[in-house]
């Protein structure tokens, strides 16, 4: 068993658990690894490669609102892979580009791979102008702003509970933005 | 919104996932068997004399062949529900029922004579037959559909496929207690045709319901 599913394993067993540190770890280490993977991905299904950072951004969302699919008695590789290809399809077939990306090229996502990232590809930005007024806003303060739950219910004049509900339906709705447009 | 913004975002976010897979397609499976079952005794009658027949040899194939299609197909859909399952292994045993349905089909016509291959073949009302199995299978595969979407399906047209196998399979399994026909012959062609049926409709679906 390789040291990034023993790691990235441990962390979301940990992050299912209610650690909220963990779980950010996880996601963070999630992206990190997948970079290079989706950008070879795009590269091979004919997307231009300056997409990476978007559809890395739709599998962290994905990996997150469909977290409850991963069986903890499994290797997560495997999961992740599987959403890493389900998503880079996904990406080609909404831009025309080839749709039959072979599932070899996901075999070695274990495999620690160190490759430079160029700060402009983090920078990507990923518009919140689409979401309702509420959701913009709590999104907005929580994930750019970077408050807690309490102090966005403050400045915002909500309960946290409304907070809680707003923010995730906001999440759920910027994985939807791709299904409505195509 | 960056990446790190996102991960920001999506740790702070700690509404409860959905429910699994698991319990989702087994509460939506439940929610259409009890609607088809209830469609079957609404529509047809059961066999007559059904007690005496099962005790008959032709007739125990066909639950034990039902049995493990529907075995067989509920596995496969419970992996397609989740990313990276591997799906290979309920597939071979699904597989057993055609090569069984094959064999017992070849022992038929070598124990009949050949006038009496067609009329086996038709048996009473084939086409009554095949269109209430695909009729009863429909509310068992829309409420998986439903129930797959509590999933992550990666591959929506087979996940799709393998809902319309499992509905089809459990529709024929409840139609056995009503089809008056026990010939391999018949079971080979019609219950394959309707379950057949039931699997493109699946895959039909899926390819543009199970989409996320």
Known sequence: ?182 | MKTDQLIRALAADREPAGPKPGLALALAGAAGFALSALLFIWLVPMRPHLGEAMRTFPFALKPVEMGILVVASAAMVLRLAKPGAPVLGALTIAALVPAIMVAAAAIELMLVPRAEWLVRLAGTHWYICVLNMVLLSLPILAALLFGLRYGAPTRPALAGAGAGLLSGAVAASLYIAHCPDDSPLFVGAWFTLAIAIATAIGALAGSRLLRW
């Open chain 1, 1 to 182: 068993m390789s040291d990034r599913e023993t790691q990235w394993s441990g962390l979301m067993r940990a992050a299912s658990h209610g650690d909220s540190a963990a779980y950010e770890r996880c996601l963070r280490e999630i992206a990190h690894g997948l970079r290079p993977l989706v950008r070879r991905g795009l590269l091979r299904t004919g997307v231009n490669p300056a997409e990476t950072e978007d559809v890395v951004q739709d599998i962290l969302i994905a990996v997150h609102l469909k977290r409850q699919t991963w069986d903890e008695t499994r290797p997560i590789g495997p999961w992740i892979a599987g959403i890493a290809r389900y998503k880079i399809i996904d990406a080609a077939r909404r831009r025309g580009g080839r749709t039959d990306l072979p599932i070899d090229d996901f075999a070695d996502i274990l495999p620690d791979e160190a490759q430079p990232e160029t700060a402009s590809e983090r920078d990507v930005v990923r518009s919140l102008e689409a979401l309702p007024p509420g959701q913009r806003k709590v999104v907005q303060a929580i994930a750019v702003e970077g408050v807690s739950i309490a102090a966005a219910a403050r400045s915002l004049d909500m309960t946290e509970g409304a907070v809680r509900v707003a923010l995730h339906r906001g999440l759920a709705a910027l994985a939807k933005r791709h299904r409505d447009e195509s």
